[in-house]
């Protein structure tokens, strides 16, 4: 069980996400009592709609990637001792804060790592999504020795006891992979969730490229940085 009342923090990340973060923003709102939106140097009105949905706006002036984004995200979100969990998800709308009550579920269970997962729905998935996730599910899962599942998903709950002590270095999305990396020995309870796959916004993932990138990055990490 969870050593105290859960008090969670949703940290979203957004580049040009105008059309999508304002909705996304409102959802999360919906569930836990305060939203961070990181707008990574957009030249849109990224920042303006997260704002209208009252959520908390830090803006970079230049793009950085993921990895930048959520390292300020993190400084903000985890300077107050009272948030327990911080709940990453993606402002493109290709998460569905309807779902964050799945996570909230598990962490009253105690669990303090919780993956968002869209691979019990394969159908609905692109064939070379399935596939370039499951090989670096592999290569986490034997990094780890946890059950990962959709490693690459970016919808996730950490508690934060597991995040301050992070020094974060990644950039892009192999934030994600380091976040998991560097946890994984002080997990005590590891989850995974099923989460829908929602496909269609604009999305600056490339699936080869950046899988090929994030899992030679988690080696890396795993040998030089954990």
Sequence with gaps: MPESPLEVA???????????IRAVSSGARAHVPHVVVVDDGSGDGTGTQARRAEAAVIERPANGGKGAAIRDGLELVLW???VTH????????????????????AASRGADFVVGSRLSAREQMPAYRYETNRIGDMILSRMTGLPVEDGAS???LVASRLLRPLRLRANGYLIDNEI????AGSVRRFETVPIRPIYGSK????????????????VYVKIFET
Aim: aromatic content about 14%; charged content about 25%; hydrophobic content about 30%.
């Design 180 to 183: 998991l990396l560097k946890c």
């Design 86 to 105: 911080v709940l990453f998800l993606d402002g493109d709308g290709q998460h569905d804060p309807g779902e964050i009550p799945k996570f909230l579920e």
């Design 10 to 20: 949703a940290l979203i990340p957004a580049y040009e996400c105008q059309g999508t």
């Design 154 to 156: 970016g919808f996730r």
């Design 203 to 218: 999305s600056h993932y490339r699936p080869f490229r950046d899988t090929w990138k994030t899992s030679w990055g988690s």
């Design 80 to 82: 107050s001792e009272n």
